[in-house]
């Protein structure tokens, strides 16, 4: 049997059908439309889903069952997206118009949660029961996987590890408190971060990557060129990966998973990004002197995480 996985973002929405070793043997790619309705969105899903199925040429009759993951808060027993803050969801019950329109099962989960489902039973938490994983895009999200079942606490909202704040009274998040550390340690923060810098200083090499037009900076920027000896860019990335460690310190006080992931874009850098996070981890959290410690590595799967734990959100039902 085969299992249709959909990643749904700010960005894209990526479906693909995944068979029973978790490859994904076709893949159906939407982009997100820019203040597009909640309507609209769903249209995109099912024809990201449609294309998916068309181009793994797995017949429907093989398809066990449909798994969306979704940014913002969801109630996983009735199938509503309740919100997400970038997205126009508001109580929409996706559940029941999936299943309506292919007659499948249907099940919805946070997006973080399916990456981090993807990675701990196909990528790098594979083999253990606690696992973490920490996704830096637009936003800053986290599954927490223990026992191998996701944790998602009383009202399914367990994991928005990006509104913990690391700064009293600092950047607004998009939440509307301040000092969240998705404000700081998120892509979108690591963007305003550079231009901020380049603002100030306009002989740094950064300029030359973006040929002087400073919309056009993205987060691996202030990397590309602190890999040039660029001292400004350095500055950017030491603060960003201050930041990034302040919280990741948080989290594994508060959980000590076995293993903690990190994935995103950010999350290619490898050893640029996490040597120092381990640094400031092993100066300074909590349980120093224990024998087991947590592993701090990047994710496996890549884009790909969030689309095979999507898929195998019925996994967590039946076992």
């Known amino acids: 049997m ?3 996985g959909v990643d749904l973002s700010g960005k894209n929405i990526v479906s693909g059908v995944v068979d029973e070793n978790y ?3 076709g893949k159906g790619n939407v982009r997100t439309k820019k203040n597009s309705s909640a309507d609209d969105i769903i249209a995109d899903i099912k ?3 449609r294309m998916a199925v068309e181009y793994s040429r797995v017949d429907w009759s093989e398809i066990k069952c449909i798994g969306i993951g979704t940014p913002g808060t969801v109630n996983i027993k009735e199938g509503i997206i309740e919100y997400a803050s970038n997205l126009d969801f508001d109580n929409t019950p996706i559940k029941q ?4 329109d292919f007659h ?3 099940y919805i989960e946070n997006d973080a949660n399916c990456v981090a489902l993807g990675e701990a039973l196909a990528g790098a938490g594979n083999g253990v029961d606690n696992f973490m994983a920490i996704m830096l895009g637009k936003g800053v999200g986290a599954g927490i996987v223990i026992g191998g079942k996701i944790l998602h606490g009383c009202n399914d909202a367990a994991g928005e590890i990006g509104h913990m704040v690391v700064k009293f009274g600092g950047e607004r998040c998009s939440c509307g408190r301040r000092g969240c550390w998705e404000a700081y340690a998120s892509e979108s923060a690591l963007i305003r971060q550079t231009q901020d810098a380049m603002s100030k200083n306009f002989d740094t090499v950064m300029w030359d990557m973006v040929s002087e037009d400073i919309r056009k900076v993205e987060s691996t920027t202030a990397f590309d060129a602190m890999r040039e000896n660029d001292l ?3 500055e950017v990335v030491n603060n960003y ?3 990034l460690s302040v919280g990741i310190v948080n989290i594994i006080n508060i959980f000590q998973p076995q293993i903690l992931c990190i994935g995103g874009g950010i999350g290619s850098e490898g050893e640029m990004l996490l040597s120092p996070i381990r640094y400031y981890v092993k100066n300074e959290h909590y349980s120093i002197y224990a024998k087991q410690q947590t592993v701090i590595c990047a994710a496996a799967l890549g884009n790909d995480a969030g ?3 999507a898929a195998l959100l019925d996994k967590q039902i039946e076992d």
């Open 47 to 49: 024809e990201s889903i």
């Open 104 to 106: 499948i099962p249907a």
């Open 23 to 25: 490859r994904i043997v």
């Open 232 to 234: 400004v860019a350095r």
């Open 307 to 309: 689309i095979i734990g």
């Open 241 to 243: 990966i201050y930041y």
């Open 97 to 100: 118009i999936i299943e309506e």
């Open 2 to 4: 085969y299992r249709i």
